[in-house]
């Protein structure tokens, strides 16, 4: 059974989605921890469609490419802590008996057959447990299709990467995002370019997750209708710009607030189903990946969770979980789009066999 909770060898991180291959290594040096190594590579469309590797060919070479020609320095390591998209995950904590780990391996698949869209010997299982109340447990369940994990392995294989571990990106997000031993409460909003993941974490631990499709190449589609400009054009403008109006485009928020107003109507959603399923109360939500930099976004999305009393909208930091960190190679906004890989690169630096 592939192990999604593993300890590992020291490793980089590496995030691959739609539209980019990131990765982060980072390295433990006299004390203190120093990030060696990162890059960007873009995938045009449809080397992966659906989130499965359709063109391996043109994703072996561009993956290669990511891992040789990284900035800052180079990789020491061919083994990698690699993301699995939310969309081929299931994510939940569910209620046990108190028993002990050699009991709940038994116990723990089939009880998550009731929660599991598949057959559970269709899908990689693993679990962790993450805290005891009275003579019950609570158990964080992670399950991936197993003809996608193969598929995807394979994939990996080609380009000479070794996953010594798989974990969904709202792991390592939350990883990145809160500071070490955080016992928060609070959804994390992780926007990529053609989706958000809306990940709740309470007093610390995962809870679950539920993924929208929309997300940054929603805001950019608004924008060029609106103006009648191409894509690529209206991107640039989009960054620039804002949730604003301004004299040179006095319609961009116009533009954007039918998207916005999905995204908050979904955030509401979540927020509502957690309060009455916890006593916890959700006191931040925090916006992560690349489209949460789109200028003015937690400023428009704070007054539309009046229901919610005392809740803020912030940026991340995705530096933020490392606070030993000598020298971040960039600062926390351009790192957004770094979120996940610096989650991953966490896990490979720290945990050894």
């Not at 995204?263 to 959700?282: D, Q």
């Not at 006191?283 to 005392?310: C, H, M, V, W, Y």
Request: with cysteine; charged share 20%; proline share 7%.
């Amino acid at each position: 059974m592939f192990k999604f909770f593993s300890e590992i060898r020291p490793a980089f991180g590496l995030n691959i989605s739609p539209t980019s291959i990131r990765l982060m290594q980072l390295e433990k040096k006299k004390g203190s921890l120093k990030a060696r190594a990162y890059s960007h590579v873009p995938l045009a469309k449809g080397v992966i469609n659906n989130d499965v590797v359709a063109d391996g060919k043109t994703f072996t070479y561009l993956l290669r490419q990511a891992m040789e020609k990284t900035k800052l320095g180079q990789l020491n390591t061919g083994y990698a802590v690699v993301s699995l998209p939310e969309s081929k995950s299931f994510v939940r904590v569910i209620q046990i008996p108190r028993m002990s780990d050699g009991e709940a391996d038994t116990a723990v698949p089939l009880e998550a057959e009731s929660f599991i869209p598949l057959p559970v010997d269709q899908v990689y299982l693993d679990w962790q447990k993450i805290g005891e109340t009275g003579d019950k447990m609570s158990i964080l369940i992670i399950a991936s299709p197993r003809e996608f994990v193969d598929q995807f392995l394979s994939a990996l294989d080609a380009a000479g990467v070794k996953p010594v571990a798989l974990e969904v990106e709202s792991q390592s997000c939350a990883r990145a995002v809160l500071p070490p031993g955080s016992k928060d409460t609070a959804l994390i909003v992780d926007m990529s370019a053609y989706r958000s993941s809306l990940v709740m974490v309470e007093d610390g631990s995962l809870q679950f997750t539920s993924t929208v499709p929309i997300a940054g190449n929603s805001f950019t589609e608004s924008v060029a209708k609106i103006l009648g400009v191409a894509s690529t054009k209206a991107e640039e403008i989009k960054q620039r710009v804002g949730i604003a109006n301004t004299a040179d485009y006095p319609n961009i928020k116009i533009a954007l607030l039918p998207v916005l107003n999905n995204l908050s109507a979904e955030i509401k959603n979540i927020l509502r189903f957690h309060r009455e399923h916890s006593a916890a109360e959700v006191k931040r939500i925090i916006l992560a990946g690349g489209s949460a930099r789109l200028k003015n976004l937690p400023e428009f999305l704070t007054p539309q969770f009046a229901d919610f009393p005392g809740l803020t909208v912030e940026l991340a930091n995705p530096w933020l979980g490392l606070p030993q960190l000598a020298a971040p190679p960039f600062d926390p906004s351009e790192a957004l789009g770094y979120t996940t890989a610096i989650g991953l690169a966490m896990r490979g630096v720290n945990f050894t066999p």
